[in-house]
């Protein structure tokens, strides 16, 4: 079965500086990736998922199978990412999606 | 724009009572979800649905049930309602096919099981 890990379940940075969330998954097949975003009282929504290989609103994630993980990267942080994050998993035989525990990210001015 | 529409934003219900929380989206899609989100849990999948009629279990499917008559339409029930119930469930869909999309989320309903 998948499993989604994101071990920081808090991360608080300065605005300005850059960001790291991290992700880690154990699948034995090749995954789908996933992070979602949920802004305060806004429905959960997609922030990017790994084959688009986009950066949105600066964010940007890479898929490293070898260390399977798909941390989520920001080199400028700035007060209006502070939100939950999280990390998601698709198998590629299937269509239902499994979750981490997230992280909430806290932007101070 | 996909809208995923779930019919109350909060629900007060006492234990042992029968509780639907109803979903209904707007895209034709095939993939109906079922999710609960809880502090420190994240999102846990309960149930969900590839296709009209079918239904698969998720992670925590106890103490739950769904219906699916129409593609539109994807329904959680709780058929005796307990305290430890309480929590924020969320409907999602996507499509299948080659083209499968990411997960669309509703609004979530909160529940409080008293």
């Known amino acids: 079965a998948q499993r989604v890990t994101q071990p920081e379940k808090l991360l608080s940075v300065f605005k300005g500086a850059p960001v790291e969330l991290k992700c880690n998954y154990s699948y034995s097949g090749s995954p789908e990736l996933f992070w979602y975003v949920q802004y305060s009282r806004q429905r959960l929504q997609l922030l990017l998922r790994?084959?688009s290989r986009e950066s949105i609103k600066g964010f940007t994630a890479d898929l490293n199978k070898g260390e399977t993980s798909f941390h989520l990267k920001k080199p400028f942080a700035q007060e209006e990412d502070s939100a939950m994050y999280y990390c998601a998993l698709r198998r590629n035989n299937n269509n239902d999606m499994r979750f981490g525990a997230g992280t909430r990210l806290t932007v101070k001015p | 724009d996909v809208k995923v529409t779930q019919s109350s934003r909060y629900l007060v219900k006492r234990t042992g009572e029968k509780v639907f929380l109803e979903c209904v989206q707007d895209?034709?899609?095939?993939?109906m979800f079922w999710y609960r989100q809880d502090p420190g849990l994240g999102l846990r999948l309960i149930y969900f649905?590839?296709?009209?009629?079918?239904?698969e279990k998720g992670d925590i499917p106890e103490g739950y049930s769904v219906s699916r008559e129409k593609k539109e339409r994807f329904s959680l029930i709780l058929e005796s309602a307990s305290t430890n119930q309480t929590s924020m469930y969320l409907c999602?869909?996507?499509?299948?096919?080659?083209?499968?999309?990411?997960?669309?989320f509703g609004n979530g309903t909160r529940l409080t099981v008293t």
């Open positions: 895209m034709d899609h095939e993939n």
């Open positions: 999602a869909s996507s499509a299948q096919g080659q083209g499968r999309s990411p997960l669309h």
């Open positions: 649905s590839y296709d009209v009629k079918m239904k």
């Open positions: 790994h084959i």
